[in-house]
């Protein structure tokens, strides 16, 4: 008895995950994810086995939630200091080099998939921070990261 009640408890909270399909964009992390929503985005990284595919899909709805409010707090305060937006579109720019570059820098895709999570998390972070309005904090991070160790 005490075997099926703990195959019942596993099959109702979350023991179903298990037998949830994997997107096939998982296995190939130059799947076109920009023609998606961000709630796609997420559904995929939500399908992912392997934990750095799926950082990187979250990563990547991310980004695309931070472009969008980007674009609608431009349209809402067009005379917004210009150092933040400029600072933005240098972000949006280094995100797409780094896509299209990652492939050839690393073959491996759980080597790729390392190296976007990183610039991801980091360029990410900053980028919030100056969408926010607090450019010194994003400032001092970004120094901190490129300083000589």
């Given amino acids: 008895m005490k075997l099926v009640n703990l195959f019942l408890a596993w099959a109702l909270f979350g023991g179903n995950t298990a037998f949830a399909a994997e997107h096939r964009a998982c296995r190939e992390l ?12 997420r559904a995929i990284a939500a399908s992912c086995r392997h934990r750095p595919v799926a950082t990187l899909y979250y990563h990547r709805a ?9 674009s609608t707090l431009a349209r809402l305060i067009p005379y917004s200091p210009r150092v933040s937006r400029y600072h ?10 780094i896509e299209a570059l990652a492939p050839v820098w690393y073959a491996d895709p759980s080597a790729r998939a390392e190296f976007l999570n990183a610039e991801y998390d980091y360029r990410g972070e900053a980028a919030e921070l100056r969408l926010h309005g607090y450019d010194t904090l994003a400032d001092r991070l970004e120094a901190k990261s490129t300083a000589p160790r």
């Fill in 62 to 70: 991310r980004h695309a939630d931070l472009v969008a409010e980007e």
């Fill in 88 to 97: 933005f579109a240098s972000y949006k720019i280094y995100i797409a080099l």
């Fill in 30 to 41: 130059d799947h076109p994810y920009t023609d998606r929503t961000p709630a796609e985005t």
